[in-house]
Nanobody
Framework: QVQLVESGGGLVEAGGSLRLSCVASGTVSNINAMGWYRQAPGKKREIVAGITDGGSTYYADSVKDRFTISRDNAKTTVWLQMNSLKAEDTAVYYC?????????????WGQGTRVTVSS
């Protein structure tokens, strides 16, 4: 099993930056890909960025060239550097871990961290 704890959210003006962190604990060696999702009020949860075990990254079109996902080699922490923030980036951001062991293949989620961008 894995536990995920996000931090770094807050209130920022449009054009500003925030850095989100997600710390994983438990059997982190069984984590494959990790990612960040977000859910704005009244909208479905959507993927923002992902990073594979091998370091390949994925970004939603809406955040390309503004956000950067990174991960430490120990697979205990993943970051999301968010620059040039826009009002439409306002959402609760969730960390996700793709976990696999001999018994299960599943996603784990953090509790979320709120990002509010004022225009």
């Amino acid at each position: 099993q894995v536990q995920l704890v996000e931090s770094g959210g807050g209130l920022v003006e449009a054009g500003g930056s925030l850095r989100l962190s997600c710390v994983a604990s438990g059997t982190v060696s069984n984590i494959n890909a990790m990612g960040w999702y977000r859910q704005a009020p009244g909208k479905k949860r959507e993927i923002v960025a992902g990073i594979t075990d091998g370091g390949s990254t994925y970004y939603a079109d809406s955040v390309k060239d503004r956000f950067t996902i990174s991960r430490d080699n120990a697979k205990t922490t993943v970051w999301l550097q968010m620059n040039s923030l826009k009002a439409e980036d306002t959402a609760v951001y969730y960390c996700n871990a793709d976990y696999q062991d001999a018994l299960e293949l599943r996603d784990y989620w953090g509790q979320g961290t709120r990002v509010t961008v004022s225009s």
